[in-house]
């Protein structure tokens, strides 16, 4: 059975790691069928739409989608292409690898992320020139769906239950809901869990990675300390993420556009590479993961190494390592 597979780069380095990472699917003869959309801030400055109804459709239609990376426009794009696959959670490892000069070189960390709500829900307004607000949303109904896939991920495996982060002591209803929620789909399923303030993760992971597992948060608090806990492993280009929805998903990077390299060539493929085999091993391919996982690996413990790792590789040069360590 051959799989539609939607590529999206977006704007800035997207347009140069995405590509990257369909040469590298590419390389393994699977007989993937990629279908190119576009979306973003280029996009909209030519069409005044950031986010094509094509390329929305595109996304909610194929199996999975390969995302680059959105830049001012992301409000517009992002969210909803992650509404488009109907993604409820965003799973975002956070790894130290071998070879790379990383400040906490223990971290092995996987953020599962709320997806669909939190701050990120939308419900933002100037009321006046002087004044803006923003509503919260928190659902028992998506706290629920983040809990049971937490709840699978851990379920069998090496991880000891999961670690809620939360901010339920100043935000009592919102996150008061989502602790309380969370906790008893995995009291529920028989799951452990423990929690922590996420504030006081941010201080704790940085000192003492280790103590950390599974870390399971509501939306913007995911987005933030995944962001962290990548200058612990060695910088954001080094951690990929998925985006699972029930029946398809979306892969990308945590970076974002990177202006300040953008055009130059010298964008660290990894983390985008490294989704590419999250999204091989969603679509039940688990050998080419492994195989595309480890190429990373070792490409990252033996170089070539791009500028944001200290050496002066460009993304090709990586990506061709890539290819040749499979
Ligand atoms: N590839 C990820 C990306 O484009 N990040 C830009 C960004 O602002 N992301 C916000 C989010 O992940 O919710």
Redesign the pocket.
Known sequence: MTHEIAVIP??GI?QEVTPAAVDVLESLELGFEFVEGEAGDAVREETGEALPQETYDLAASTDATL?????DS??D???PL?EAVDSFV?VRPAKAYPGIDAVRPETDLVFL?E?TEGV?AGHEDRLSEDVSTLTRVVTESASERLAEFACDYVSGTEHDGFTIAHKANVMRETDGLFRDTVKSVAEDNGIETDEVLMDAFATHVCLDPEQFDVVVCP??AG?VLSDLAAGLVGGLGLLP?ANIGPDRALF??????APDIAGDGLANPA?KIISAAMLLEYLGYDEEADAVTEAVESTLAEGPHTPDLGGDASTEDVTEAVIDRL
Do not use: C, M, Q
């Open positions: 977006g704007d997207g995302f680059g990376a959105a830049g992301a409000a794009v992002i969210l992650r965003n992320r997806n990120y939306n913007l987005d993420s990308e990077p945590v970076h974002g556009t983390a």
